[in-house]
């Protein structure tokens, strides 16, 4: 197993759940996956988050799935596994079972019934007591899931009360000023410098996170090597070159970040590059129409050709 | 098992889960809750709701609890299990485990996520779909708790298209004009004649509620003979016996139905009656202060003492 | 004009706006209206609030209503006017026109859109720039229709930084924790000692409140002589009479304060006594059906009744 | 004054409210603004929109600025203006007001406290009860600033009821099988024709919502052109060379639409292309910080090089 620590860089994908047409896992598309994302030089793997369905699947399902990528990544990477929970009693089961597994370590988002600082701050203090002094963890930021609004100056307090919190998932829309504000107060040594990694409307922000700081990249897209390869122009210091990138994939990823379709988008994207072998997702969910499916194929046939543009193989 | 239909009456009781002081399920506890309820009156018990903390139990703390329950009720009611789930593979999985159990039916409310009409019948088709045509189960309409906003007309769609849907818990508030318009299309056979069971406010519009046609109530309040006796005397056709018995109760109800730290209170007032022995509440959860147990003496001794004025014990 | 400062003390009530059955400000209703409140024993009025229907103003009706129940008042009692807007020009505009008219004070809740503590304590030093260092105001908390939370200790950095904040408007549900420590705060001298009148639930927790320290009540019932005597009672240390009389009216004070159609039910009755002429509510509002006018004339007779009993006129 | 109808097509600006360093409304910038924007190519103008800033004016000062904007625009082009109101009278005082002034129609989107199909079909009933059968209006439906979600059947249903609404300002998101299907239905005959022009995201989905059977677009950006141009690309039949276009501003156009912080670069890159003379933003509004700054040179840099390679000037 692959230790998780503050000095977490580049791309950690948000792994999506494989199905079969039926609706039934599918493991061997789990596997290729895995193998796809690392292929493709992902330093990290997320599972179990909001666009892996997790809320969809039985507690065997969870077990199985999070075994099959464990042992298919077999200690390449750190693998965080998502483990926001409305009680404190479900957290501690989900938790020890998947580091049992031997996960990395797990994510937490606020639930949307905490909302002054007091109460976020007081929330983050149980997550601690519950997760114990062993087990590294990742603090989301997703407002937009969540309806939890944290303040730099709360998520700070969070970051000081909290010795085994290694990371910031930052994904609060705008959050660059956030973004500059903690890496600040990091590198002042006001609080734990932690990493960040962003997934900021799905990472549609990516080149100006990385200019304010960020660690990297920790969202989904059908095309992980951008995710990959601006993270790693940027850190070599050729931003243009990471915005020459960025820009390339822009309209896809932008399409595929809709809300709620995109899950459907990126399934979709993830057959024809023949990852997963159904574009299945689980009711209730989305489904492509022919007209989405239109706009997709377009999207793609633009995104090859200015990759190649840009000295690019821009290859499905 | 006793069977669940649209006959329902009565008084159902929104079941706490007993903790001992260390936060374990406390057994002991439920069986003498179990028998507490029912020597009041109930005609039925609902578990794993909202105030029974279900969220905070792991899914075999959720079995144990359920398994005692079912077997201390040994089929001398209905009891219905709270399955509302972010999916439906575990709203599936919850669902057959209870009822081969012996639970006589699920309550389902519908996910934040669902916002407009159409999505709220697509949804409730989902859920008659993974039900199947042998669990009886009914729709809980509670906006407070799940932001969802249902018409009386969305209502009647979903009741047309569900015939296993047996009951209506109505706690949307204000909500008697939509109890009447539900109950005048069930009596007109423009759509199917549920029972509706009322906990609007934690029953404080009970009498009212009766008077449009309720046909029992469905809550939690720690003096459930107040529910019992009010539902029996409105029964009766002696509605003011049934408003004196109602306003004796009132002052306490309405502070045990403060949101958030009432559940502290209802297990305090429990604890004080015998029923339980802790009144330990799992995190994150209310405490009560000296102030709150001050209040809570206070309105206990005005309530006896009004109880004996209008001819009841009013015993605790 | 009467002085608004910290001392405020006993009910404040919130005005309706009396219309004509033809939807126009009815100016004799709301002479009336300020008499009534006055003969009932009112410290002081507020109008222009939520359910003074203010938003369904031309500014041109508010100002005339504004100046007429002022000339009215005639200085025997403060008069706070609402001035909450979603900017700092209008804020200010309505600001200077009222105190020019004779206001004592205005009162200002948070916009939806701030959500933090730090956004909340900028927000109210743009309101203390806005209103200047003349102007007394009331901090309204009233989470359920602002959608902000705030708490204990935002409030006391709010007071702290608002030389001219003198009250506090509490509705927070559930709030007595939070009225026991703004209220310790105060007195140990932490933070400025406001005047604090609750509204939580329209006042469905006021002798409870008062025991806590509140210093009267602000809020709405069309029977406001309820607030007037439990703040009596409970200020002549006579608890169980405050709550004996609480208790007598909680019926009624209960179904007038449902949510929506809470405001007809109140115009219902002040017409039924005699105090405005219509009982129209602007659209979008709520209307009374038979059934809910048959619920009233039964509470309403049960409540004379019971006052009777514990030796009150109860008087219509 | 130019007619309001259903023909109506190409790119509404919505325009900024354009003030001076000291906060003060800015009437020689907003002359410029309007020449800036009919240079550009806009066919309409929308006004005192939430982009504008609309309700930090007084009464006073939203006058002024209509008066101003509609005596440049001289007729050349429909102004909208935004009337939504929280109730009936000042929405028709506002209605009344801006219309004798010349205005071409009106926007209404509606208030967060209707949530139901019943509900939203009654409140735009009392709309089109309010406007009266004159007064050409547009449907704004954008739940992210309003949370209220209208599903396509409600839209029809509204749309069949208002003969005077002939515009839908589409800003859903995910939005377009909802445009899909609207237009279809309209096609068919099931639903009145309307206009729709689409803002979804700020414009973030121009070509495909085109492609869908858009009519245009109405949003703001500082490159209006942007709009105008992949419009007309568009309706020429050259949809690759709409995407091009579209795709040279999406990096930009991104970056100025994230929430709140948006209209504060919105209004600096107006300033710098010199169409107003302060990049002020009233109170409580977002400021540009030195790396916002930073990342917009680096993006106009980028976007001019982008506009030339596709053969464009791309001059500020």
């Given at each position: ?28 598309s789990?596997d ?43 200690g ?23 580091m ?43 407002p ?64 100006e ?16 090597e ?31 970040q ?13 057959l024809k ?11 209730p ?32």
């Open positions: 197993m692959k230790t998780l620590d503050s000095s977490a860089k580049g791309a950690y994908l948000i792994a999506v759940t494989p199905f079969a047409d039926d609706g039934s896992l599918d493991l061997a789990t290729r996956m895995v193998d796809f994302y690392l292929e493709k030089g992902a330093t990290g793997l997320t599972i179990l988050g909001i666009m892996g369905e997790a809320p969809k699947l039985t507690a065997e399902e969870s077990r199985i799935f999070v075994r099959q990528v464990l042992a298919r990544v077999n390449r990477v750190p693998v965080i596994v998502g483990a926001s929970a409305p009680g404190f009693a479900p957290m501690r089961e989900l938790t020890e079972s998947v049992e597994l031997g996960a990395s370590g797990v994510m937490v988002a606020p639930p949307s019934t905490v909302r002054t600082d007091d109460q976020i701050v007081a929330y983050f203090d149980m997550v601690n007591e519950t997760l114990g002094p062993e087990v590294p963890w990742c603090l989301q930021d997703h937009v899931a969540t309806g939890v609004q944290m303040s730099a100056s709360v998520i700070l307090r969070v970051l000081k009360n909290s010795p085994t919190c290694v990371m910031l998932k930052h994904e609060d829309n705008p959050g660059l000023a956030k973004l500059s504000a903690i890496r600040a107060a990091g590198e002042r040594g006001d609080a734990p410098r932690v990493s960040i990694l962003t997934g900021n409307g799905g990472g549609l922000f990516l080149p996170e990385l200019t304010r700081g960020a660690d990297g990249a920790m969202t989904g897209f059908a095309y992980p951008m995710m990959v390869d601006v993270v790693k122009a940027h850190a070599a210091g050729d931003v243009e070159r990471a915005h020459d990138i960025f820009d390339a994939y822009l309209p896809l990823a932008r399409y595929e809709q809300p709620g379709v995109g899950l459907a988008v990126r399934k979709h994207l993830m590059r023949g990852v997963i072998a159904s574009e299945a997702v689980r009711k969910g989305p489904k492509l129409s022919a007209a989405d499916v239109a706009d997709i194929e377009r999207l793609v046939a633009r995104q090859t050709r200015r990759l190649q543009e840009i000295g690019r193989s821009g290859k499905a």
